[in-house]
Each structure stands twice: as structure tokens, then as C-alpha cells.
């Protein structure tokens, strides 16, 4: 199998606050993990690349200071949306990269719902 | 540009019919595309990828068709059901593995 957790589902939180998300392959090893934002009727729009041992790479417009990203192991990244305000409410989903056959296949989270008062 | 987009945001079909959701991407330099299902307040859900080496895969009641030529795609769902209901994404996969997403098209599936 190929199972992605994440965790909260669902965070409530002040605007001002920190809030970590959690994004686990619960079966695989995964050098790769993927972090993504979604509004509401919107697409998936990538944010970062997240390499296991080395820095995030953001994409561009999305500040590195704002969501941080850490891949401390195999199996473990996480987002932190620093000093959160109202605009940064989305869904947040994760994807960890799974090599089989000499080809990546990314595996999505169920995602967390960020509400930010 | 730098996008996968599709022609259709809404598409609403009767139960029992055949579905065909579309999608255009920019890249042709891209050589695997997936199509995702996503239902509210979940993550994708793969359905089906194909590489650009074929123009043709079919799985169980979903086909895919590439065209690159024209730099298209399609999903054909077959004799939908209320339980396809759901947004249907295509993306694009580019160097380095990240997947570019096109906007999606909600099916909704009529009984």
C-alpha cells in the first residue's frame, strides 16, 4: 500500500497564531513530499517541494518565511503557517513521492481544513 | 504558460450515460499525465495516469485518450453513477516530479 496521513484534519486557530500540520507516509519511505493549498472551487496549486535532510523548495510568490517547511525523516514533513491571519484559510494537502520500478508515483493526504478568526 | 486547463468547469450527466471530462495542458514537453477525483473536503484520489508514449489506457469503466498533437486529454467515464459525482483533475507531471494541476471539472450525476 501507500497510505498518507495528515494530521489535524481540521485547525481552527486566531489570527496571529502558529499552526503545524503533519504529513506522514504511514507504509513507504519518502524522500519527497509535496505541500499544496486549495480554496474553496479552486485547483490544487503546489507550494513547496519538500526533500528529506535539505531546505523546501518554494515555489514562486509563496514566502519561505511564511509557511515553513521541515522533512526531518523518511516518513515525516511538516508545514507551519507562522503568524496566521484570515487569508491564509485554505485547505492544505500533502503528497509523498513513492519510487517503484524506477518511476515516482505521488500519493495525496486527506488533507487539513486551516480556519484562521 | 506554465498550465493545464480544462474546456468544461461544470459538467451534470444522467445516470447510466457515458462521461467525457477534458482537459488541455501547455507543456509538450510533458510525458505523464494523471487524472485525479476529488470529493468534497478530501484529498485526490488517482484514477488513472498515462504516459506519453501511449495515446490510449482504459482501467475499470474509466478511459484516458492523450492527444499530442493538439495537446489534449480526456477521462471517458462509462455508464456514470451517482457515486462519480465528485471534481475531476487532470495534472502534469514536470521535472523534479511536481504535478501542475488543471482547474477541475465538478461532474455531477443526475438519477
Known amino acids: 500500500g501507500a497510505v498518507v496521513s495528515q494530521h489535524p484534519s481540521w485547525v481552527i486557530c486566531k489570527s496571529g497564531t502558529s499552526v503545524k500540520i503533519e504529513c506522514r507516509s504511514l507504509?513507504?519511505?519518502?524522500?519527497?513530499m509535496f505541500w499544496y493549498r486549495q480554496f474553496p472551487k479552486q485547483s490544487l496549486m503546489l507550494m513547496a517541494t519538500?526533500?528529506?535532510?535539505?531546505?523546501?523548495?518554494?515555489e514562486q510568490g509563496v514566502e519561505k518565511d511564511k509557511f515553513l517547511i521541515n522533512h526531518a525523516s523518511l516518513t515525516l514533513s511538516t508545514l507551519t503557517v507562522t503568524s496566521a491571519h484570515p487569508e491564509d484559510s485554505s485547505f492544505y494537502i500533502c503528497s509523498a513521492s513513492k519510487t517503484s520500478g524506477g518511476f515516482d508515483t505521488q500519493y495525496f493526504g486527506p488533507g487539513t481544513r486551516l480556519t484562521v478568526l | 504558460g506554465e498550465s493545464v486547463g480544462l474546456h468544461l468547469p461544470t459538467l451534470s450527466v444522467q445516470e447510466g450515460d457515458n462521461s467525457i471530462i477534458n482537459c488541455a495542458y501547455s507543456?509538450?514537453?510533458?510525458?505523464?499525465f494523471i487524472w485525479y477525483k476529488q470529493e468534497s473536503g478530501k484529498g485526490p484520489q488517482f484514477i488513472i495516469d498515462?504516459?506519453?508514449?501511449?495515446d490510449k489506457r482504459q482501467g475499470q469503466r474509466v478511459t484516458v485518450l492523450l492527444n499530442k498533437t493538439v495537446k489534449h486529454l480526456s477521462l471517458q467515464i462509462a455508464a456514470t453513477q451517482p457515486g462519480d459525482s465528485a471534481v475531476y483533475f487532470c495534472a502534469e507531471k514536470w521535472q523534479g516530479g511536481k504535478l501542475i494541476f488543471g482547474q477541475g471539472t465538478e461532474l455531477s450525476v443526475k438519477p
Open positions: 507504509d513507504f519511505q519518502a524522500t519527497t
Open positions: 498515462i504516459r506519453s508514449n501511449m
Open positions: 507543456n509538450s514537453a510533458s510525458d505523464y
Open positions: 519538500s526533500n528529506e535532510g535539505s531546505k523546501a523548495t518554494y
